[in-house]
């Protein structure tokens, strides 16, 4: 009885909030008992509402209970500390519906700490004593708890599933053998086990592996979001203090014009007002003299008229004429025009700039390329409506279909002189340059056709390599004729393989420095890929290989 009264002295001295023993014991208004931090602890999180409640009876009070300890309580408790009995266990020791429970305890019954194999029982650690004590006992196989201990037993024969069959890949028990696995091969279950867990070690090892080497990648793609951003921030900054560089010296530009037509403003203005001071005197004096002739003309006596005429001038007509010349109201017009044309040649080269500055912001890129395309849907995804461009057209060449289709004359064009246009070669350009992922197909007729891409600074005059598609470093060709192909680069010629088909198909992934071409009929099959480094935007390039001969870019679905 003295055993039992201490077990319930020891639940009835146990905090329900952190299921130990109380410490510093506090009794709130509704009776009940809690460690001081932890009451504390729950009301910390109510003060938001203002309202305080009790953890197992919910009664609410308002304002916030003042807690003092229960020096009575405590003396209990540390009573209870000194008996050398252990209180009852905690709640959180005792099985719970998802718990694995004691198979031996009575009662309420506390956790299980191993299962046996072999017994197909699970003990607490107090029932579980004996499989470490006895001799018998420690032969036994101990394993975390299991709910599944039944599952170890044959449901046909009720008993223990130690064998395994190699025949049905399946755990039996010994009487299996007899009957319907009689004849099969099989071996201890233990002995399977042994051989299936080095290859369960060997795949966790990998996955081990797998997950450290990731996490690198991950650690590494962290590191590199942190360079791209420190990066990207410097590169803001720069460009900006190199644009606030620019204007500032636009601005000076500005003031200094303004400045020298001022100057010149002032000098001009003092130039008229010099020749209009001159004038005003002239003017003045000419009004005396009028003024003196009206009063002779006054004078009736001859006596007074005649003395005074010897000192006028000499009568005779007025020759003045103006020496002021006005040239018409343009004043510092040329000033303004040619500020106008320092304007449009600073737009023109921004707008020549602009493709190489975006061009190399948008090669920046972390990851690996994407994977090419498989199917040809996929490559459609990627297709870019290209047109050809009439600036770069040999005059040999005729364009029509919008641009789309070239044909081979036997005699020149009507086009006009342009710098970008192929003089000798029989070539021709696209007007869209060609940055990203993109696809195209060329149809053919009539013989064979050079499909292309190339640099814009590839060279235009003259029968040099350096203007041929394919005899330079600024151009990569297939040559697509009757019976065969050849890709040329860099005046480097490569044997191709591959079905002759009229329609050649184009894939470009310029970041990735990919260039692939493909012959296009009822399947698709790769001809000739290249892998290299672009420095610069790339243009599709045609060049029909005899008279009569087109080849046309095939429109966008």
Known sequence: MEQKGVHLDGETFSCSICLDLLKDPVTIPCGHNYCMNCVKSHWDEEDQKGIYSCPQCRKTFTPRPVLEKNTMLAELVEQLKTTGLQAAPADHCYAGPEDVACDVCTGRKLKAFKSCLFCLISYCEKHLQPHYDVAQFKKHKLVEPSKKLQE???SRHDEVMKIFCLTDQQIICYLCTMDEHKGHEIVPAAAVRTEKQKEVEVMLENILQGI???KKDVELLRQELKAIKDS?????????EIFTEMIRLLQ???????????????????RVKDVEEKLEQQITELERKGSELKQLLKTEDHNQFLPNYPSLPPPSESTHSSSIKIRPLRNFDDVKAAVTETREKLQDILRETWTNTSVTVTKVDVLLPQPEPKTRDEFWKYSRQITLDPNTANTELLLSEGNRKVKFMNQPQSYSGHPDRFTHW????????????CYWEVERRGGGV??????????????????????????????CYTNSYRFWYNNVSTAVSGPVSSRVGVYLDHRAGLLSFYSISETMTLLHR??????????????PLGHGVTAELVKVK
């Open 530 to 543: 290249v892998q290299t480094t672009f420095t610069q935007p790339l243009y599709a390039g045609l060049r």
């Open 450 to 479: 050079c499909v292309a891409v190339a640099y814009k600074n590839i060279s235009r005059a003259g029968w040099s390599g350096e203007c041929l598609f394919g005899s330079n470093d600024k151009s990569w060709s297939l040559y």
């Open 252 to 270: 000076k530009r500005s003031s200094d014009v303004e400045q020298l037509v001022r100057s010149q403003q002032e000098t001009e203005e003092s």
């Open 152 to 154: 170890n037993i044959c």
């Open 426 to 437: 029989n070539q021709v350009l696209s007007r869209e340059s060609l940055t990203r992922r």
């Open 212 to 214: 450290q080497e990731r």
């Open 232 to 240: 990207a921030d410097k590169t803001v900054e720069d460009s900006k």
